[in-house]
T-cell receptor, first 111, second 111 residues
């Protein structure tokens, strides 16, 4: 069964808007929650990551919000740009153990 | 640094044929892994290795073999290809901060 559930499957946002992607997990032992960005024909690349001791982490226009009690975390992309159009994967792992990925969200930012 | 290098980028096989997907990394990472990416299913872990001489199974290991004779190389072998193994395969190594570094992928079609 999928240990990390991601939604939505696809998302269309206007330039300048906010993109929000959500993930939920089951295993309470997970303690590392990264987001990966993948462009067509390329491998995924780390975008931003969070550990459960903080509720939010921001890097530029990208923010992870983390809700430990709900076992949910989300990626917010502020001022979305056409160059942000990509597939985004959430993931979770127990530190330095296998990483489990969500199904992915295809984001399209319209100019 | 080349990072993680995968070959070949594209391959077409007939059912029952065997082949090896090559993966090499030049970052001296101990942990390496193979994932397959299928539409709507995200990235699923096939096999992984925590160091030379040590390998273990992931979520979807059936039909695949691996070995790890050096820190740098982690080949993935398909002994008797099946159409269900049509996928995009990614090799990844893990850095000290826990992030995965992916190759650019190998697209395999089994007819």
């Amino acid at each position: 069964q999928q240990q990390v559930k991601q939604s939505p499957q696809s998302l269309i946002v206007q330039k300048g808007g906010i993109s929000i992607i959500n993930c939920a997990y089951e295993n309470t032992a997970f303690d590392y929650f990264p987001w990966y960005q993948q462009f067509p024909g390329k491998g995924p690349a780390l975008l931003i990551a969070i550990r459960p001791d903080v509720s939010e982490k921001k890097e530029g226009r990208f923010t992870i919000s983390f809700n430990k009690s709900a076992k949910q975390f989300s990626l917010h992309i502020m001022d979305s740009q056409p160059g942000d159009s990509a597939t985004y994967f959430c993931a979770a792992s127990i530190w330095n153990n296998d990483m489990r990925f969500g199904a992915g969200t295809r984001l399209t930012v319209k100019p | 640094n080349a990072g993680v290098t995968q070959t070949p980028k594209f391959q077409v096989l007939k059912t029952g044929q065997s082949m090896t997907l090559q993966c090499a990394q030049d970052m001296n990472h101990e942990y390496m892994s193979w994932y397959r990416q299928d539409p709507g299913m995200g990235l699923r872990l096939i096999h992984y290795s925590v160091g030379a001489g040590i390998t273990d199974q992931g979520e979807v290991p059936n039909g695949y073999n691996v070995s790890r004779s050096t820190t740098e190389d982690f080949p993935l072998r398909l002994l008797s290809a099946a159409p269900s193994q049509t996928s995009v395969y990614f090799c990844a190594s893990r850095g000290q901060a826990g992030e995965l570094f992916f190759g650019e992928g190998s697209r395999l079609t089994v007819l």
